[in-house]
């Protein structure tokens, strides 16, 4: 059996300046590059192309699926293609590149999600996100002096993702014990470990250096864990069912690493799992210090708790559960943590 990763992983400082450079090291002389609009008028500008023919577009955010599987279908005949930019436009690109079977380049200048590495997308269908499929990326390409400058909402909701493999890998096991599918052990060990190395990276200052590379580095494992398992149960289990529950529920849906973060501490609660250990880094980064100051609507969340079973009814996590609902919405008006988190 052959598990396609990304053949290029490259974490570093000035790894933009190296895209030419790695793109003609793999037989890439032509590449469509979408961006969206702060990539296009900050970040291209400063790149130079010598011997690599680069067709640059810039890519508004929202597009519908289907709008994108027509768009796909148009683009013009290229080696590879790449995205650079946040989580929208790298989705678009991931799964534009999927319907045309080219290389996939991801480029992320922030790490607010795992998306940039993993085999899904969230796209838009009818106005509401959903997730839909694409082919890992060829390759990964994210510069740190990029990264080190995304706003501060960016790289806590990066956190929140990360710290979300906890609660996901506990209902993985606990959907596996009621046989409902089963757990990948080599997934599961990867999506393990990069939660915890990161846990061990010193968290006075998230924009240090050493806390960057440790965070893009956990988020990458992530989504090849999702790779090797073929599914996205090693990072996403109840917490990101109850995000996605609010992205259909909520009257304004949050950024989702914020609100998969603030849900994995719920469900962490819920499970009684180390929730402790997600305290103390929600604190330590300024997590929940962001969150107190853009406090969430409690009754989206309690919404958003019982219709989380119906967007992958298939699943068996804690939440498809009602005696586990009823706890979580417990928590929601009773946790003095939680309290903190949401509007009086």
């Excluded at 960057?212 to 996403?236: H, R």
């Amino acid at each position: 059996m052959q598990i396609a990763i990304p053949t290029v992983l490259d974490i570093q400082y000035g790894a933009l300046e190296k895209l030419e450079e790695r793109c003609l090291e793999h037989g890439f002389r032509t590449l469509l590059l979408w961006c969206d609009a702060f990539t296009y008028t900050e970040v291209i500008p400063h790149l130079q192309w010598k011997h690599l023919y680069v067709q640059i577009e810039k890519i508004e955010d929202g597009k519908e699926v289907s709008q994108l599987a027509a768009d796909a279908y148009d683009l013009a005949s290229v080696d590879a293609m790449a995205a650079c930019g946040g989580g929208g436009v790298i989705d678009q690109g991931k799964y534009a590149a999927f319907l045309r079977g080219l290389p996939f380049i991801s480029i992320p200048t922030s790490a607010s999600n795992d998306g940039f590495a993993s085999t899904t997308c969230s796209l838009y269908q009818q106005g509401r996100r959903i997730s839909v499929p694409a082919a890992v990326p060829y390759a990964v390409i994210a510069d740190l002096d990029v990264i080190q400058h995304t706003p501060e909402e960016m790289l806590l909701s990066g956190v929140g993702d990360v710290m979300s493999n906890i609660p996901a890998l506990y209902d993985w096991q606990f959907e596996a014990d009621a046989g409902v599918g089963r757990v990948h052990a080599f997934a599961a060990m990867l999506s393990r470990n990069a939660v915890n190395s990161f846990i061990r990276t010193p968290m006075q200052d998230i924009r240090h250096p050493a806390f960057l590379k440790e965070l893009v580095s956990a988020l990458t494992m992530s989504g090849v864990s999702t790779v090797i398992s073929g599914s996205t149960a090693p990072i996403s289990g109840s917490e990101h069912l109850l995000s996605h529950a609010l992205d259909q529920e909520a009257a304004t849906p949050g950024r989702h690493g914020i609100q998969v973060g603030t849900a994995a501490y719920l469900m962490c609660l819920v499970h009684e799992h180390r929730s402790e250990r997600l305290y103390k880094v929600f604190s330590r980064t300024g997590f929940f210090d962001w969150v107190r100051a853009h406090p969430l609507n409690r009754e989206d969340w309690i919404r958003a708790v019982e219709a989380a079973p119906a967007i992958k009814p298939k699943r068996h996590t804690y939440l498809h559960e009602e005696a586990w609902r009823k706890k979580a919405i417990h928590l929601l008006e009773t946790d003095a943590v939680l309290a903190e988190l949401f509007t009086p």
